[in-house]
Structures are given as structure tokens and as C-alpha cells.
T-cell receptor, first 115, second 112 residues
Framework: AQKITQTQPGMFVQEKEAVTLDCTYD???????LFWYKQPSSGEMIFLIY??????QNATEGRYSLNFQKARKSANLVISASQLGDSAMYFC????????????FGQGTRLTINP | EAQVTQNPRYLITVTGKKLTVTCSQN?????MSWYRQDPGLGLRQIYY???????DKGDVPEGYKVSRKEKRNFPLILESPSPNQTSLYFC???????????FGQGTRLTVV
């Protein structure tokens, strides 16, 4: 079975600082994908970034990067130069490539950016 | 515009009254899923579908039904809703296992 753990229920960061949101995962499947989603207060789920288990380089998308450490089974999201609009709930998720098409989510981290 | 559309966005209903939440995607995706989101529990998969006429249970399927008669539509049916099904529901679709899931806007359901 797959499991995602996000150990930070809430984080408070000053605007323009970088922030790291932690995510560890557990799976015995060798082929999987890791995703980060943002959920603002309006409720929608916004895809941020994807990392495949066989990808050699860490994924980056604009101000978002994923610090993928396969041996430690961690997939931390790094947001550079945080903005007030980054305040939201952030979810880490995993999907194995074979079998049931299920995204397994962590419990989320609520990020608050202070001006 | 590529999107997943859920309806309704908000629904208050009474225990036992059958309801359907619709979901439609315009991206020709094969994979579709339903999730429910509850505080402290993240999102949990209810049902998923890998293609037309192919559906399977997720982690919390009790009390729900789905159908996939057409590729674009994946309705969620609550035959006899109960208060413990009060939740925020999301429909999602994806092209493949290693691509992102696109989510609908969510349906906030309250069962009284």
C-alpha cells in the first residue's frame, strides 16, 4: 500500500522568503509519480509540479521545485521568493504507474505568507 | 478550454434522498476518479474508471455508485445519502498514470 506523510500541519513564512514543505512517501512499487497540488481558500485543486521515480533531475516549474531524494523517500516542495498569493493548503500525492489509478494524498500543510 | 466540470457546486439534501453529482471532461482522458475531502484526512478516492464501462472501487466506496457509459462523463450517485457523506467532493481526470490529474471545481455536499 502507498502512503504519503506531511508532518507540518501549518507553516508561517515572511513574504519573499523561500519555504520548504515536507513530504515523505512509502511504496514498494519501483515506478511511481509524485505530485504537488495547491488548494487556495476558494477550494479548487491546482496542479503545481510532477516528479517521476525514474527522473534523474529534480523537477522545476517557475518558482516551484521538487527536492526529490529517492533513497530517503522524500519529495519536498520548495517555493522560492514566496508571495502573499501562495497562502493556501498544499497537498503531496503519489500514484503508482501500474495498477489502480489512485492518487494517494497526504493530509496537507497550510501555508500562510505574512507581509 | 481544457476542463473538468462538476455540478452542482453546492448541495444541501436530506437523508435518504437519492442524488447525482455530474462530472464531465473535455480532454478525452481515459482515467477518471472521484475523491472526497474531509478535514484532517486529505483526499480519499471513492471510485475510479480506467475507460468506458470499466470502473472499480477506491478506498471509501461504501454508499456510492458510479457509471462510465461515455468517455467524457463520470457521474457519482448517492442512492441513500447519510450525514456521514457530508463532504467536499472532487472529480478528476488524467491522460495517463504519469501525468497530472485535472480536478473539477468541487461539490460541497451537506446531508441533514
Amino acid at each position: 500500500a502507498q502512503k504519503i506523510t506531511q508532518t507540518q500541519p501549518g507553516m508561517f513564512v515572511q513574504e519573499k522568503e523561500a519555504v520548504t514543505l515536507d513530504c515523505t512517501y512509502d511504496t514498494s512499487d519501483p515506478s511511481y509519480g509524485l505530485f504537488w497540488y495547491k488548494q487556495p481558500s476558494s477550494g479548487e485543486m491546482i496542479f503545481l509540479i510532477y516528479q517521476g521515480s525514474y527522473d534523474q533531475q529534480n523537477a522545476t516549474e517557475g518558482r516551484y521545485s521538487l527536492n526529490f531524494q529517492k533513497a530517503r523517500k522524500s519529495a519536498n516542495l520548495v517555493i522560492s521568493a514566496s508571495q502573499l498569493g501562495d497562502s493556501a493548503m498544499y497537498f503531496c500525492a503519489m500514484r503508482v504507474i501500474q495498477g489502480a489509478q489512485k492518487l494517494v494524498f497526504g493530509q496537507g500543510t497550510r501555508l500562510t505568507i505574512n507581509p | 478550454e481544457a476542463q473538468v466540470t462538476q455540478n452542482p457546486r453546492y448541495l444541501i439534501t436530506v437523508t435518504g434522498k437519492k442524488l447525482t453529482v455530474t462530472c464531465s471532461q473535455n480532454m478525452n482522458h481515459e482515467y477518471m476518479s472521484w475523491y472526497r475531502q474531509d478535514p484532517g484526512l486529505g483526499l480519499r478516492q471513492i471510485y475510479y474508471s480506467m475507460n468506458v464501462e470499466v470502473t472499480d472501487k477506491g478506498d471509501v466506496p461504501e454508499g456510492y455508485k458510479v457509471s462510465r457509459k461515455e468517455k467524457r462523463n463520470f457521474p457519482l450517485i448517492l442512492e441513500s445519502p447519510s450525514p456521514n457523506q457530508t463532504s467536499l467532493y472532487f472529480c478528476a481526470s488524467s491522460l495517463a498514470a504519469n501525468t497530472e490529474a485535472f480536478f473539477g471545481q468541487g461539490t460541497r455536499l451537506t446531508v441533514v
